[in-house]
């Protein structure tokens, strides 16, 4: 099984932005983190981080013709703004795990609303860098339990 871990916009500045908020880990060392954690359930991982919606877009078509089986994603500051995102997922049909590291209810009222979570499957949020964790042993659950149905 593959999985394409997303990050979006800013997650390349982990530990350097806000840590009081999204902690002291850096992104290469979330996506160790991640690597380990997918091997952890018997996934390959792969890592992708941008700034730039678009590219975004062409990574998440590109996973569809990769036969990519899952999406863990964290589209930061696009999640509360992106309908081409939204689309992308909704195009492929991947199913997609959302993911937050600070619990955004709590926070300002823009980023109360997720188009993503249209898309997803599930969505983690205030879990800090575990939420990735939790999407991924989530995820690898979810699509084996849909493989036996
Ligand atoms: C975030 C929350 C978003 O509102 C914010 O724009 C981010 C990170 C989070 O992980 O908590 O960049 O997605």
């Not at 999204?22 to 690597?35: F, I």
């Not at 959302?98 to 205030?126: M, P, Q």
């Amino acid at each position: 099984m593959q999985f394409l871990i997303i990050n979006g916009p800013n997650l390349n500045m982990l530990s350097i932005r806000e840590p009081a908020i999204y902690g002291s880990m850096t992104y290469d060392d979330l996506v160790a983190s991640c690597l380990t954690w997918c091997q952890d359930v018997g996934v390959d991982g792969k890592c992708f981080q941008s700034n730039h919606e678009g590219a975004i877009v062409d990574r998440i078509q590109q996973a569809y013709f990769d036969k990519v089986d899952g999406i863990v994603m964290n589209p930061a500051a696009y999640t509360h703004t992106s309908v081409a995102i939204l689309d992308a997922l909704k195009a492929t049909g991947i199913p997609t795990v959302e993911v937050h590291i600070s619990d955004v209810h709590t926070r300002e009222a823009f980023r109360h609303h997720s188009y993503v979570s249209l898309a997803a499957v599930k969505t983690i949020i205030g879990h800090g860098v575990q939420g990735y964790q939790e999407g991924i042993a989530w995820l690898a659950d979810y699509l084996r339990a849909q493989s036996k149905a």
